[in-house]
């Protein structure tokens, strides 16, 4: 199922943000930091394993469910 890692990578992001643009922003470095570039991912991505592991590791480390 294409598009996985987005909709991960904004579920992780809208989750922590609430709404505060701010938060939005630092939680994007944050995963550019840990690696995974959320403008790389689009709609048509395939979904790689390695990747959604990672994104679970860090959702676990931010206090996000997924």
């Known amino acids: 199922?294409?598009?996985q890692i987005k909709r991960m990578?904004?579920?992780?992001?809208e989750k922590r943000a609430k709404g505060n643009a701010t938060?939005?922003?630092?939680t994007e470095?944050?995963?550019i930091l840990k690696g995974i570039?959320?403008?790389r991912y689009?709609?048509?991505s395939p979904d790689d394993p390695q990747v959604l592991a990672r994104?679970?590791?860090?959702?676990?480390?931010?206090?996000?469910t997924v």
């Open 1 to 3: 199922m294409a598009g």
């Open 29 to 31: 470095t944050k995963l």
């Open 23 to 26: 938060i939005s922003l630092m």
């Open 9 to 13: 990578i904004g579920t992780i992001i």
């Open 37 to 39: 570039d959320p403008n």
């Open 42 to 44: 689009g709609d048509t």
């Open 55 to 64: 994104l679970k590791a860090v959702a676990v480390e931010l206090g996000v």
